[in-house]
């Protein structure tokens, strides 16, 4: 399930495409998700999809995407490049309601040259659970599985929210989770994360 760190920096490096529009679209419009996504999981969550409804619509497509990071290498939000074929308020009111739909979270925005100001947009909450990475006993590392704590998430948040990405850094591996309420995601987990040996020392941050 996880990729590794230097299979992860090779894709952020390689994933920032040069415009090259094919749906029919040749206005520009980037969507900054405040989202912490990785960047296979930015294209299977939201470029993707997008790019399938607004060709279907016929309104344009997506071309790739960028990911901005942190001083200490964490994902600190994402773009996806849109083309679209005007900049109509019907033509942003339908990629926000799609990326909305998809699970875009509060505090992402629409940036364009050609619209007077940023289209703000985003329904989801984030909260970030980062495991301990160096200070727990070695026998918990060996016995215990982050593949397990992925799909425990999932199955207790149910529809409270879902695991959109995760982050493995030097000292901390983070999971990041979205849904429509932070608090309702944090009692859906809490239990475990109080159980858990893996989840001893972790850390619960709200991410959006």
Known sequence: MWTSLGTWLKA?????????????????????????LMPMDRGSLFEDPLDAE???????????????????????????????????????????????????????KLRSSGISSDVQFGRFEGLAVYLN?????????????????????????????????????PTETALYLYGPSFAEMQAAISDFLSTYPLCQRCRVVQIA
């Open 12 to 36: 952020l490096r390689s994933n920032k495409t040069e415009p090259s529009p094919s749906g029919g679209g040749t206005l520009h419009i980037t969507a900054q998700l405040n989202a912490r």
């Open 133 to 169: 990475g160096t200070n727990l006993p070695a026998d918990v590392y060996k016995n215990c599985d982050s593949n397990f704590v992925y799909s425990e998430f999932n199955r207790l948040m149910g529809r409270a929210g879902k695991v959109f990405s995760h982050w493995q850094g």
């Open 54 to 108: 607004l060709r279907a619509a016929g309104m344009g497509d997506t071309d790739g995407g960028g990911t901005q990071l942190t001083h200490s290498g964490e994902v600190d939000f994402c773009d996806v490049e849109i083309y679209v074929k005007d900049l109509s308020d019907e033509t942003l009111a339908t990629i926000v309601e799609i990326l909305e739909r998809l699970g875009a979270p509060k505090g992402s």
